[in-house]
């Protein structure tokens, strides 16, 4: 490129809760350099054109998470997030919004109470008896430090909340950071809490359970915490430290190994049943429609139409030598 | 071209309850002369699931899965989005990791594997898009879908973490996904642009939260309706099940009448190659789509 400058056009959400009834969004164009940050563009919007428009920023240093927004649907941190990148990705039209519109009160500023009541009830922070006059410091191993040293980078900045399809639709999940933050406390050596902590993520509509998997937390996080992996060590510590109850979830997950055992595959029908148990009849329709279109096969006592893998005996073997958990 | 040759790693599903997943990705193959090799030793990716359950444990079978591809001297090609996400998740650990690999290898080596590295972990339609190419795929169309207005619906697995997956999906971008709507130019279809087009499905929770599952799937399918699509197409056949089966239950949740013919990426790439009935396999979509020939 023969210039290090970029014209582009920013469509910034607008709205205020107190005067608007419905959000609006302005267009502001601006010529962009190579090395300026989001947070710079938001300062030029309040600066050359419109006072009145509202963001948070604090430390400028990607260290106090005030600065979250959404571009283009991407989570950002404002004050980390070069402009030119955005442009290269979505090309000279970026759109700036709150990361939650329907939680916006004024421009990019929302309430974040939700995040915050979630994060304070996994209980975020180290619980041990400290002897008030400790006569050598608490010295954690290399490896204890590594196993939480990720987690421990989180802002609170909302990015990964925020962008959980399930905080949109169920208000009782804690969430990405949230989890990610238990995790943080519970793998901590110098903590006592853990069991407690695992139990209060092992709840079923609010806990590591109703993770959708879809890794939109891992892609917004702009600190690498990877909250999702966190999500997933939380599940295996639940059946390591022997929180994990018997319900529909966990033996969903402990019936994989029960159907690969005997096939190699998934048996389709068997996990259903197995972690359904009577709850079954709810999948009654479901189970008929997909009789009807030659799907699945309930007369097929004997297997006969189940695949099995190959060498199934290796896969017996390697289950029998590498299994850690159980429920 | 020489020809292009893989390691078919079939998943579970497409043995089971979607055949039709795997009639129609032979049939394409078959057309494109792209030669599919079944790995009939491979066993479960976890889905996920026993990922939950115990980690190490699927760590070493989706290894020993690999091991099956390495031995043919070929890429592992995936035709399920969770089958990708947990076998290349699976690789790069292992990768990155000599002792995680070490330790893997300890297992695999009591039934005399090994893991090595050598095969690349790809899903079929990056195979499609990138060794044989659009243009390509434009010429061998007998029956073009311009008649059609087509949903893609790209699904987690194969776009996100996009760190994980940029180096088999052509570095596509995950909130700005492109390459099933070249895809579907390039059959002549029309594709739609619509919100949910990278959103997922719900699948994994269906059993303990299916609301949200419903919510999701729901939201994606009338988004898609919204904007005029005649039918939806999806690389994943977990999104293809929940999307394809849940369209009543998800209709009565949110209020609204669904009803959107789901296909497999394969099935429609099937149709516009003037593959047959059988291969295509409409009769097993439970969203009636048979008057999509």
Not at chain 2, 149 to 156: K, S
Request: glycine share 6%; proline share 4%; hydrophobic share 35%.
């Amino acid at each position: 490129m023969s210039s290090n400058k970029k014209k582009i056009t920013i469509k910034a959400f607008r709205f205020n809760a107190e005067t608007d009834y419905l959000p609006y969004y302005k267009k502001y164009e601006m010529e962009v350099g190579k090395d300026e940050l989001i947070l710079d563009l938001l300062n030029r919007i309040k600066w050359e054109h419109d006072g009145t428009f509202s963001y948070r920023r604090s430390c400028r240093h990607g260290i106090c998470g005030a600065c979250g927004i959404k571009v283009n649907g991407k989570a950002v941190l404002s004050c980390k997030q070069n402009a030119m990148e955005l442009i290269e990705l979505f090309g000279d039209e970026l759109v700036f919004e709150p990361q939650s519109q329907k939680r916006a009160i004024k421009d990019m500023i929302i309430d974040k109470g939700d995040f915050w009541d979630k994060h304070a009830a996994v209980k975020p922070y180290l619980v041990a008896d400290v002897d008030p006059h400790p006569t050598s410091e608490n010295i954690m191993t290399k490896e204890q430090v590594a196993n939480i040293l990720d987690a421990d980078y989180c802002i609170q900045c909302g990015s990964c909340h925020y962008a959980c399809p399930v905080i949109e639709v169920n208000e009782d999940y804690l969430g990405p950071a949230a989890l990610a933050a238990a995790y943080r406390f519970t793998a901590d050596s110098r903590d006592n809490a853990g069991k407690e902590r695992l139990e209060i993520t092992a709840e079923l509509g609010s806990g590591v359970w109703d993770c959708v998997k879809c890794f939109e937390c891992a892609e917004a996080c702009p600190k690498e915490v990877n909250p999702i992996e966190k999500i997933t060590k939380l599940h295996n510590m639940q059946f390591e430290q022997g929180v994990a109850k018997r319900n529909v979830a966990t033996k969903h997950a402990e019936g994989f190994v029960r159907s690969i055992k005997k096939f190699g595959y998934l048996d389709e029908q068997d996990i259903v049943l197995y972690s359904e148990g009577l709850g079954v009849i709810k999948h009654l329709s479901e189970a008929l429609k997909m009789i009807k279109a030659g799907k699945v096969h309930p007369f097929d006592i004997m297997k006969k139409k189940m695949p099995r893998s190959k060498n199934l005996d290796e896969i017996k073997k390697l289950i029998e030598i590498s299994q850690k958990n159980e429920l | 071209m020489s020809q292009l040759k893989y390691a078919l790693y079939t998943g579970c599903t497409a043995r089971e309850s979607t055949p039709e997943l795997l009639s129609s990705t032979m049939a394409v193959a078959n057309k494109l002369g792209i030669e599919l090799v079944l790995l009939d030793e491979a066993s479960c990716c976890g889905a996920s699931h026993l990922q939950d359950f115990d980690d190490f444990l699927a760590l070493v079978l989706n290894a020993r899965n690999i091991c099956y591809a390495e031995k043919l001297g070929l890429d592992m090609v995936t035709i399920c989005n969770t089958c990708q996400l947990n076998t290349a998740m699976t690789k790069e650990r292992l990768d990155s990791d000599p002792e995680l690999k070490a330790k893997v290898n300890e297992k695999l080596a009591e039934v005399g594997l090994e893991y090595k590295g050598t095969s690349r972990v790809r899903h079929f339609q990056y195979v499609l898009i990138e060794d044989y190419g659009l243009d390509n795929i434009r010429e061998k169309v007998q029956v073009p879908l311009s008649h059609f207005n087509i949903a893609p619906f790209y699904g987690c697995h194969n776009i996100r973490p996009s760190e994980l997956h940029h180096e088999v999906n052509g570095g596509e971008n995950p909130y700005v996904p492109t390459s099933l709507d070249n895809l579907i130019e390039a059959l002549e279809g029309n594709s739609v642009d619509y919100e949910s087009k990278n959103k997922c499905c719900g699948f994994h929770v269906d059993l303990q939260a299916p609301k949200t599952s419903n919510a999701l799937s729901g939201t994606a399918l009338l988004d898609a309706i919204d904007n005029n699509a005649d039918l939806m197409v999806t690389p994943c056949p977990l999104c293809q099940l929940n999307m394809d089966l849940k369209q009543d239950s998800a209709g009565k949740q949110l209020g609204r009448d669904i009803e959107l013919p789901v296909l497999h990426l394969p099935q429609m790439i099937a149709l516009a190659l003037g593959c047959t009935a059988e291969e295509i396999g409409l009769k097993y979509n439970v969203t009636k789509a048979t008057d999509l020939i």
